[in-house]
């Protein structure tokens, strides 16, 4: 049984820092991991994604030079290192397991966790 568990959301101020984490049990061998988004009115996003296996990485053009993911495949855990937060990054993040590709797209992802609110305002 697959089982994701985000945390690290909060409320910040523009600029600051945020490191989310996900918790996951199950298999991840040969699997890819991505962080998806979603504000409020808005469709589900996606943020960022990194291959279980070998640690490759694929970035939503948005946050490429602010974000990094990163796995710990010896603790089940997937991390999304934000800094430079802006307003328009306020959203529920969500970690997932992706299938298939391409990794930017939701319907390729099997499990969901509940999602981590994030908020980002002055």
């Known amino acids: 049984q697959v089982q994701l568990v985000e945390s690290g959301g909060g409320l910040v101020q523009p600029g600051d820092s945020l490191r989310l984490s996900c918790a996951a049990s199950?298999?991840?061998?040969?699997?890819?991991m991505g962080w998806f988004r979603q504000a409020p009115g808005k469709e589900r996003e996606f943020v960022a994604a990194?291959?279980?296996?070998?640690?490759?990485?694929v970035y939503a053009a948005s946050v490429r030079d602010r974000f990094t993911i990163s796995r710990d495949s010896a603790r089940n855990t997937m991390s999304l290192e934000m800094n430079g937060l802006k307003p328009e990054d306020t959203a529920v993040y969500y970690c997932?397991?992706?299938?298939?590709?391409?990794?930017?797209?939701?319907?390729?992802?099997?499990?969901w966790g509940q999602g981590t609110q994030v908020t980002v305002s002055s």
């Open positions: 199950g298999s991840f061998n040969h699997y890819g």
């Open positions: 997932a397991r992706g299938i298939r590709t391409p990794v930017t797209l939701a319907n390729n992802y099997d499990y």
């Open positions: 990194i291959t279980w296996d070998f640690g490759l990485t």
